[in-house]
């Protein structure tokens, strides 16, 4: 099965939004970020990587530094997500408002708009990632909205003597991984991931055996 998609279940803040971003940005050089975000965070996260010039924003916050998308109208977020992919030959779908649908139109509108657009996404071969918050919404949900997916990973963090433990957990198996736990650090915003294992990871995205 080609792997196309990738779901990254995080604990909440923006940890979780860096990782995929960065992801992202490795696999193509155009992305689309259908954010949730503060826009201050969204700037923040593209300097970091200073990719500012390679990612579409299409915000859910109104702001003047991002375009503006209504969050209660699913048809125009999927309108908008073709419009600025038109002329784009690659590009990668980031999608971290996937709490916020499921809050605002429920399990069953939520699941039907994204298996549309993460097909017409992927029909040619380009990807989709997208992101839920732990706790943020219930275990049916998650579980559904996670069989849409066909690479899925959670980022977990854990307080031990005062220090955050940070994993990055393989729910998927992944070639070429020996573990399906790895460590990551933190500098900033910025997660840390060991080369091997990103390596890894764009190998599979890009179904290089």
Do not use: C
């Amino acid at each position: 099965m080609k792997k196309n998609s990738l779901l990254l279940i995080s604990e909440r803040g923006a940890e979780g939004s860096s990782i995929l971003i960065d992801i992202a940005s490795s696999i193509s050089d155009m992305v689309i970020w259908v954010a949730s975000e503060p826009p201050d965070l969204i700037s923040s996260i593209l300097d970091l990587y200073e990719i500012q010039d390679r990612v579409s924003v299409l915000s859910l916050i109104q702001s003047s530094r991002y375009r503006h998308v209504n969050v209660n109208n699913l048809s125009e977020v999927g309108i908008l997500i073709s419009k600025l992919s038109e002329g784009m030959e690659d590009f990668v779908v980031v999608l971290s408002a996937i709490p916020e649908l499921l809050l605002i139109h429920g399990l069953e509108k939520t699941f039907i708009f994204l298996m549309n657009v993460i097909g017409k996404t992927t029909s040619q071969d380009r990807k989709f990632f997208g992101s839920l918050i732990k706790g943020a919404q219930s275990e049916r949900e998650e579980i559904m909205i996670s069989r849409l997916f066909s690479i899925i990973l959670r980022y977990n963090k854990t307080l031990i003597e005062g220090k955050w433990e940070r994993k990055l957990v393989f729910e998927t198996p992944v070639e070429g991984l020996e573990k399906d736990e790895v460590s990551v650090g933190l500098n900033g915003l910025k997660l840390n991931i060991p080369l091997e294992t990103k390596e890894a990871i764009l190998r599979e995205l890009k179904n290089i055996i």
